[in-house]
């Protein structure tokens, strides 16, 4: 089945920059969406279509894809960025799926 | 600006069934987006369950197909979930979210706040 995957955690120092990686099993690789999730809330939408950043959304945040593999990339990291950032992709039938989720600490 | 509630029991004994209703305000459900619902089992990722459009056309994860029936009430503006056979497997947070429409086609742009359902006896 297809599948995503994730690092299971990342750590950064304020200031620096976040790379979390997204791969997929297989080809031909849907886009990506990436959400952001802190404790007790709703995941937010930060990136769709791999690279787009919906309103209201940091620039700080960016994504990239590079064949199987798409990376949310956040600079300048803030402590309010940490949180659990999911990608998320579809299948060949449309079935949605998720990567498992990467725990970004900021040190 | 849309919002989404979702509504039902918080315990469900094993072998029962789940039902959540999640109520869409400030727009309409008949607008021209899908309609999902999300779980999250404690201390775990996400999970999609399935999809349905304001026609009533649906999708479901294949993984709980054979258990899951999504339903839409126009007339109430809500959509529902039923997930039968339920274990404690199926404990988890359960979200109602928003397809975006157009360039955010496909991506889960609105989030209800999410409701815990428990399955005990």
């Known amino acids: 089945s297809y599948e995503l995957t994730q690092p299971p955690s990342v750590s950064v120092s304020p200031g620096q920059t976040a790379r979390i990686t997204c791969s997929a099993d297989a080809l031909p690789k849907q886009y990506a969406y990436w959400y952001q999730q802190k404790p007790g809330q709703a995941p937010v939408l930060v990136i769709y279509k791999d690279s787009e950043r919906p309103s209201g959304i940091p620039e700080r945040f960016s994504g990239s894809s590079s064949g199987t593999t798409v990376t949310l990339t956040i600079s300048g990291v803030q402590a309010e960025d940490e949180a659990d950032y999911y990608c998320q992709s579809a299948d060949s039938s449309g079935r949605r799926v998720f990567g498992g989720g990467t725990k970004l600490t900021v040190l | 600006q849309v919002q989404l509630q979702e509504s039902g029991p918080g315990l469900v004994k094993p072998s029962g069934t789940l039902s959540l209703t999640c109520a869409v305000s400030g727009g309409s459900i008949s607008s021209s987006n899908w309609w999902s619902w999300v779980r999250q089992p404690p201390g775990k990722g996400l999970e999609w369950i399935g999809e349905?459009?304001?026609?009533?056309?649906?999708n479901y994860n294949p993984s709980l197909k054979s258990r899951v029936t999504i339903s839409v009430d126009k007339s109430k503006n809500q959509f529902s979930l039923k997930l039968s056979s339920v274990t404690a497997a199926d404990t988890a947070v359960y979200y109602c979210?928003?397809?975006?429409?157009?360039?955010?086609?496909?991506?889960?742009?609105?989030w209800g706040q999410g409701t815990m359902v428990t399955v005990s006896s």
């Open positions: 349905i459009y304001h026609s009533g056309s649906t």
């Open positions: 979210a928003r397809e975006g429409f157009g360039e955010l086609s496909d991506a889960f742009d609105i």
